[in-house]
């Protein structure tokens, strides 16, 4: 099912509770008082979604140095999220969302054009989220391509 809804700036980040490539639970709720980045992407261990989840990886550090923490969600399983993390050296969490509950909630899932083919699927899709919880950018149906650099630039995030 597709939905017009989709969240926006300002929107309060809906709360979830899922697990991670280890299988410990991780909530939202526990993140208050930390900035996260959500990025939504289709598939681990493919070649675009791999790429995108490298330049998090080898941006943690200066993400982190600016307060964010970083959080993936797809719809792969744990044990899938495992491999996936081992494969790649991952040091986030990469969270399961099997039942597509916190996809639907963040209006994730829908109808997206592959190839000329209407498929449905996850739509890549990432949040930026305050300490408050409060939605401050939104990047729906993004590239895996350059997406830290985008990301980066929009949030107006400068190294030293």
Request: with cysteine; charged share 25%; glycine share 6%.
């Amino acid at each position: 099912m597709v939905t017009d809804s989709r969240l926006a700036v300002g929107d309060t980040a809906p709360l979830f509770r899922l697990d991670d490539q280890d299988g410990n639970p991780v909530s939202l709720a526990d993140l208050r008082g930390d900035k996260v980045i959500l990025y939504f992407y289709p598939a681990a261990l493919t070649p675009a979604c791999t790429e995108q989840t490298c330049d998090f990886r080898d941006s943690l550090a200066s993400l982190g140095a600016h307060g964010y923490r970083v959080l993936g969600i797809s719809k792969d399983d744990v044990a899938t999220l495992k491999e996936f993390q081992e494969a790649e050296h991952v040091t986030f969490p990469l969270l399961s969302d099997e039942d597509l509950t916190v996809h639907r909630a963040y209006t994730t899932w829908g109808e997206k054009n592959l190839y000329g083919k209407i498929t449905v699927g996850t739509l890549r899709t990432t949040f930026v989220i305050d300490e408050d919880g409060v939605i401050t950018h939104t990047f729906y149906n993004t590239k895996a391509k350059n997406h830290v650099a985008m990301l980066r630039k929009k949030l107006g995030l400068v190294d030293a």
